[in-house]
């Protein structure tokens, strides 16, 4: 039997790919959504800043949004991991672990970003319960709470500046030298914001609850949340292997519409953009769905006229 040729296949099913799949299923394009379920969010309790979604639990997102976009019979959902991609515009083809195949027109990269292992001591005990990397998804959880802040370099300026606008309680560890100038460290000073440069032996917590981050030096500075900047990888080696541009931070090179360098392959969410959120995420999947959408509407319109 000859394999049914997608419209779309979808790698990647957060909410970059779920959008994707509900504005193509209403566009009544045929879509496979092939997800293996490990987003990076998955340590959280809670994901804020979605309208109407404030505070859901991330697989409860998801729940919601396959229970709605089920009301489009052209799109199904593949639990496996995609493993090997080839082909051009038009007809590309995917395997999956598994060893189920999918022949799709266009293909979208929805791969999302995968923490490296933390390096830290204690964190993998609180990331996700106490620990976090994004003061827009979680700093009103920890507003006026003393904080430790793990991070070197000119970013701890900007992060200094930015975690200001929710509690002034805050330490900079930086975990080593801090790569900062004198001029910095002075600023820092006049904000009376705390700066230690010895590494960090451990995070000692409670049930996910941080209570102080040891230092080499026998410092023990007690705080009740974190911020850290984690090390990120992208989700997946698929784009790069069809030929996607990668930025310097490891992300697909897409544009606005989530467009990349290759013809008829498409990139959205945390793959594809700095701004890690789930609106962000969403909000891209959406625009790339109109885009192939309109690309596919446009090359069936010439082939049948
Ligand atoms: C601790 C933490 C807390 C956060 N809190 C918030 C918050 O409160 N609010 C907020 O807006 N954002 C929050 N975020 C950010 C948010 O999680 C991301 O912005 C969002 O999940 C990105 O969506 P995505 O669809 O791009 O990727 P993801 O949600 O990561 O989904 C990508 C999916 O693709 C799958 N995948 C990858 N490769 C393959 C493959 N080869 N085959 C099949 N499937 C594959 C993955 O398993 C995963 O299911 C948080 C992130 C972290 C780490």
Redesign the pocket.
């Known amino acids: 039997m000859q394999e049914q040729l997608l419209d779309v296949a979808i ?7 779920l959008n994707a799949a509900l504005v193509l299923g209403r566009a009544r394009k045929n879509v496979a959504v ?8 998955a ?2 309790r ?5 309208l109407t979604r404030d505070g859901i639990s ?1 697989s409860e997102f998801r729940r919601v949004a396959k229970e709605q976009i089920a009301a489009y019979p052209s799109v199904s959902f593949v639990a ?4 090997s991609v080839a082909g051009a515009d038009g007809h590309f083809q995917i395997t999956t672990a598994t060893g189920q195949s999918f022949a799709s027109r266009k293909l979208l990269f ?4 995968k ?1 490296q292992p933390l390096n830290i001591p204690g964190l993998t005990e609180v ?2 319960k106490s620990a ?3 003061p827009y ?2 700093g009103w959880e920890l507003r006026d709470q003393p904080l430790a802040v793990i991070n070197r370099g000119a970013e701890v300026m900007h992060f200094a500046a930015l975690i200001s606008g929710w509690t002034d309680r805050f330490t900079i560890c930086t975990n080593g030298p801090d790569e900062l100038t004198e001029e910095q460290r002075e600023e820092l000073r006049r904000h009376r914001v705390p700066l230690y440069d010895a590494p960090i032996r451990s995070i000692v917590s409670n049930e996910g609850i941080v209570r102080q981050v040891v230092l080499e030096d026998g410092t023990a500075v007690s705080c009740s949340g974190i911020f850290f900047k984690p090390e990120l990888a992208i ?2 080696e ?1 784009p790069r292997a069809l030929g996607c541009k990668l930025t310097e931070l490891g992300s697909v090179e897409a544009d606005m519409l989530g467009k990349t360098n290759v013809p008829g392959v498409y990139s ?4 594809a953009s700095r701004m ?6 969403a909000s891209m ?1 959406a625009l790339a769905a109109a885009a192939m959408n309109n690309e596919l509407n446009v090359e069936a319109w010439s082939r049948n006229g």
């Open positions: 790698v990647g099913g957060g909410p970059a790919g092939i997800d293996e379920g490990r987003p990076r969010n340590v959280t809670e994901s804020h800043g979605f991330p496996d991991t995609a493993v929805a791969v999302g970003m923490d990331y996700g976090f990397v994004c998804c979680d989700g997946s698929l959205a969410g945390d793959a890690h959120q789930v609106v962000a995420a999947g």
